[in-house]
Structure formats: C-alpha cells, structure tokens
C-alpha cells in the first residue's frame, strides 16, 4: 500500500554564498533532506542565519542549489522553475503591495500577474475578503492599512489563485496577537477546505505546535525533524516553573537563572512565573539553592522548550553575564557626561497628560495619560493601528502632539524637543544605521551627532565596543552583518551618549529565542543601574519583563498597571493567565463594548 502524496522532497542539499570582504564562501544551507506531505501544514524552525529563507527561495525556484536535488510537486526544480512557480504560491518576509493602489487595486494586480482568469475572480476575491475581513476596506489605500491588515492583504494576494504548495517567510513577524491567530485561522481554512500544502518558517515556536511536522535547522544544517510532540520530549522531565516573592521583578530571578549555565538551559518569565528548563544532570542541592528555597512546580514541556534543548546540545553557550552585564557599564543613573541631572529612584521622569494626536480628522492617539519612573521598564502593548507607535514617536520627540502635557526628562516636548532628545536614546524596528557605513564609522557618526568628540568619543566608543562584543568587527560594513550583530550595533548607538532615557520600538522583533533571552538580559543589566526602558513589543511574553504595561487600542488606554494587575483586570481574581491571553480578552471585551454601544464603531 503506498503512502500518503509528498508534496516536496530535498535530498542533501547545499547552498553557498561568497563573502566579496573576504573571498570566501560561506555555508548557508549544509547537506539538508527532508520530505513534505500533500495537505500538510510544516514548520521550519531554527536561529537567525539557519538558513531557512535560502531553504524556501530554493524550493521557491528563485536560487538553484549548488549540491543535492529538490523536487517540488513531482517537478526538478532546477530543472524548470517556471513550471513549478505556476503551481505554488510563494509570500516572502517583505511582502511587495503597492502602498498607493487600494486593497481592491493590489488583488486586482497579482490577479492579473498570475493570469487568475475573469470568471474566476469574483467568487475567489468574495472568499478571501471575507475571510481576512478586509471587504469593508477595498477602496483603502493599502498604504493606511495597519500592519496586521497588510499581512493579511498580502496573504490574499498570494491566494489569488489556487496554489498547490504555499510557502510563508515569517508570515506573521511585527504582527499583534490578535492579527496573528487570525491570520493562522484562514490558512488553516485554506488547508481545511483546499487541501493545501503549507510550508512556514517562523520565529514564534508556539506556531510550529499546530504543524503535523517540525524541522529545526542550525548554521544550515537539519539539527532535528518529527512532530511537535516528537521535539518537545527532548525537554520532557526538564521544565518547572518558579514563582518569586511578591515585588521582586520576574526579571532579577530570570536573569539568575540564566547566568548558571551549568544548572540551567532556558529560563523565561511566563504568567506570573518564570519557566525554566534545568540540565538533566544538575545536582539538586544546587539547584535548590540557586532559587533561594522557592519552590519549582512540574510542567509539560513544549516545543519551544525542546527547541532550546536541542541548541543548547549542538551549540552551547557560556554564562550570559561575562559578556552581558557589561553592557551597564557606564550608563549608571542616566551618564550623558556631567550635563544630566542626577535623578532619584522611583522619580517621575516622562509625565503623560490628556496626550492627543490628530491627523486630519483621525484621532490616532485619544487623551492619553500615565507616567514612567526612573529606572522603570516600561511597555506599550497594543493591536496594529492602536496608536501606540504614534505615542511612541510623540514620547520619544519625533512628532509633536496637537494638544495635552508630555514631559520628558524633566522638558516639556510641547516647547524643548530637541534638548530632550539630547537625553534620550533611540533604537528602531528596522536597522536605521548606514548600511554602507563601517560598524566604527557609524559610532563616529552618531557619536558626533550626539555632541561627542576627540577623547570623550573615542573612550564612548571604547566603552560600548567592549560592551555589545563588537571587537575585531570594526571595519565591518554594518549592513552585512549578521541580524544579532546588527541590533547589537544599534543598542551601542542609542547608547554612545549614556542617554537616561532608551526607547526601544519592536527591538526583537524577527528574531529568534536565543537572541531574545540575549536582548533582554542586557535590558535587565541596563535598567539595575538606572536607565529607563520604553519598549514597544508584539510578543506578549515580553511584557512580563516590563514593571508596569499600557495596553491601547483606537487611541484610548485600556490598562495600566504591573502584568499581575492587567491580568487580574483580563481574567478576574485567581485568573492564571499568560499575558497574550490577557491581552487578546482586554482588547476584545474593548471591542465587543464598543460594538454594542450605539456611539458607533471601532477603528480597525
């Protein structure tokens, strides 16, 4: 009896890359074999730089393998492409719209580029409309669309017709909760009612739990494959949970446990707790006295979990605190050379008042009131289109407000933005350095820009070099850089002038779990010696590390407080919630309120 239909089948395959500073050729995709079923939807998982888009462009027919066979829907594709890219459909990390043409306009376009006949356009446009719920939005420009609507429209577009195979690059990267399992449920509709094949990579391991089949790649190699419950038994027996004492931020134990690599493997605040994985060979005792007698409590692994076991086995890693706290150095109490205030702890160092922003007509931003603390980490949590990124711009003194009181480092933005700015620091969502600028060239540009010069900049410099682990990549174009190096890069710019301040917008967003457990323990080490943090962040576990959260929507705050008291605000008293759950019942009471009244409807 023959088995089921494979759609796909790699058979050691192998891509390199030349590296035009060196000459040499690096390994992007090493030997890798692997199958996919017909009507399957399966999950590529891996680091940053594992080699999972050259992976996909490669059965995409759009690279052609340097070793090895892929066969696509029974097709060579290095033998005819073309044949192959008429029967799949293929949605890169940057999905192409055009931000002038409307919602209706941009289906019309790929409709016509992949000759989708006439006849058949109505009722397929009709279903993936409804399906995205973009049918009220046909006349908007694409380019007003929140981000989660133009995920979902660029989804659409790749839907058009009717493919076999459906390949998606982190589809649902810089995409709120909620947009998120919407965007899961009209695949899984797809794959329901089509029997389509769905190949994904993505960066959110609670993803790959609905896949029937998992592959985990590491420096291009196929590090583990098996179904989900197959990658969470290499964590099986391994994963507690731990509650702190009542004020001590989840953080300060997290970052304890992190820093013993030799008891611990992964450590992450989760619903109130921190989840760890423990060594399977770590001795009791010890252990127990690394949690200073708390107790841990049994929980089932998941693939995240066996994920992280899985790299720490084929790529182990020393203490996080030999190279991260280093990254306070410096920067105690706000630094910025001898022009900063010294500030006390728990002062009131941003003050938000009735903070309105209008465009036009539109009110992004409604009336918007709260206050930051010295040495607070502070998160603004909110769908795409909330305003929060509007708030984040105004906070940061990018863009002036139309009315209300906003003071940030002791200045009111309203009247001295500039001199706040001097204050702050500053790291995008997208790598905004000179690309083609060296990693030093860049510190000395911004160094200057920033007011630094001759000996203070070389020693700020120095400083943040040694702090990032940026030594001996100097001359390194910044925008060849490996993903980790470049936010790296951009944290020590933000931090050249030892601001009191650092904003923080979607910092991780893209990358990986390594990297995030990376990030956040220099955030921590930042913010135990003074700094301020304001982080904007779709994924909600990072909320947890926050001292207090604002979750908007339409413009309107709809909770303030520590995670403890937004989820008890979500789910009453004695709610174990994590805090996506609480978020996606904060934003959807909101909404379902907001319906029901008769004032009118929600902002999308």
């Not at 998941?302 to 280093?326: C, N, Q, W, Y």
């Not at 500030?343 to 036009?360: Q, S």
């Not at 931003?365 to 603390?373: A, E, G, K, P």
């Not at 309107?556 to 996506?580: H, K, S, W």
């Amino acid at each position: 009896m023959s088995g089921p239909a494979v759609a796909l089948i790699a058979n050691r395959v192998h891509k390199r890359f030349l590296v035009k500073e060196t000459g040499k050729s690096t390994q992007a995709v090493a030997d890798v074999s692997l199958e996919v079923q017909m009507g399957s939807l399966t999950a590529l998982v891996g680091p940053d730089g594992a080699g999972k888009t050259t992976l996909l462009r490669m059965i995409a027919g759009l690279m052609t393998a340097d070793e090895g066979r892929l066969d696509v829907l029974g097709i060579d594709v290095a033998a005819d492409p073309q044949a192959v890219q008429d029967r799949i459909s293929y949605m890169p990390q940057r999905f192409g719209l055009y931000e002038d043409l409307s919602v209706q306009e941009n289906l019309d376009l790929y409709a016509d580029l992949h000759g989708v006949p006439q006849a058949m356009r109505r009722n397929r446009y009709a279903r993936l409309l409804k399906m995205t719920d973009l049918a009220r939005f046909t006349a908007r420009p694409a380019g007003k669309l929140s981000g989660g609507m133009k995920q979902k429209l660029g989804l659409a577009c790749t839907l058009v017709r009717s493919p076999e195979l459906l390949l998606l690059d982190e589809p649902t990267v810089g995409v709120d909760p909620l947009s998120r399992r919407e965007l899961w449920e009209i695949v899984q509709q797809m794959i329901d009612d089509e029997q389509l094949t769905v190949l994904v990579t993505t960066a959110y391991l609670d993803e790959a739990e609905h896949c029937a089949r998992v592959f985990v790649l590491q420096e291009g190699k196929l590090l583990a494959e098996g179904t989900p419950e197959e990658i969470r038994q290499h964590a099986r027996n391994l994963c507690f949970i731990v509650t702190p004492p009542q004020g001590q931020p989840l953080r300060i134990l997290q970052a304890r446990l992190l820093d013993d690599a030799d008891c611990i493997i992964d450590a992450v605040p989760y619903g109130g707790s921190v989840r760890f994985i423990r060594r399977a060979e770590v001795d009791p005792q010890r252990l127990d006295s690394l949690l200073g007698g708390i107790p841990a409590t049994a929980v089932e692994a998941r693939v995240e979990d066996g994920f992280m076991v899985l790299l720490r086995e084929r790529h182990d890693v020393a203490p996080m605190d030999t190279a991260i706290s280093k990254a306070a150095g410096g920067t105690k109490n706000g630094g910025n050379g001898e022009d900063n205030a010294k500030r006390e702890p728990d002062e009131v160092v941003i003050e938000v008042r009735d903070l309105v922003r209008k465009f036009g007509d539109f009110i992004a931003v409604d009336h918007l009131s709260f206050s930051v603390r010295q040495g607070e980490i502070f998160g603004l949590l909110g769908p795409n289109g909330a305003g929060k990124t509007t708030t984040f711009r105004m906070l940061c003194g990018l863009l002036p407000a139309t009315s209300g009181f906003l003071q940030v480092a002791g200045f009111n933005l309203l009247r001295a933005r500039a001199v706040a700015r001097r204050r702050i620091g500053y790291m995008s969502q997208k790598f905004a350095l000179y690309g083609d600028l060296s990693v030093m060239e860049n510190l000395e540009f911004f160094g200057s820009a920033y007011g630094l010069y001759g000996k203070r900049l070389r020693e700020r410099i120095d400083t943040v070099m040694q702090q990032f682990d940026l030594e001996g990549r100097e001359k390194s174009p910044s925008g060849q850089l490996p993903g980790g190096f470049k936010q790296r890069l951009a944290m020590a710019v933000g931090l050249l002038h030892e601001p009191e301040i650092l904003f923080l917008d979607e910092p991780t967003s893209g990358t990986d779990p390594l990297k995030r457990r990376e990030f956040w323990r220099r955030i921590t080490a930042l913010s135990e010696v003074g700094t301020t943090i304001i982080i904007t962040t779709h994924f909600m576990e990072e909320a947890e590390y926050c001292d207090r959260i604002v979750i908007q929507d339409a413009g309107r705050l709809l909770a303030l407080g520590t995670p403890q008291e937004v989820r008890m605000q979500a789910g009453g008293e004695g709610a174990r919630l994590n805090m996506e759950e609480a978020f996606i019942r904060i934003i959807e009471q909101e909404r379902r309120k907001n319906s029901e009244s008769p004032a009118g409807e929600a902002n999308p």
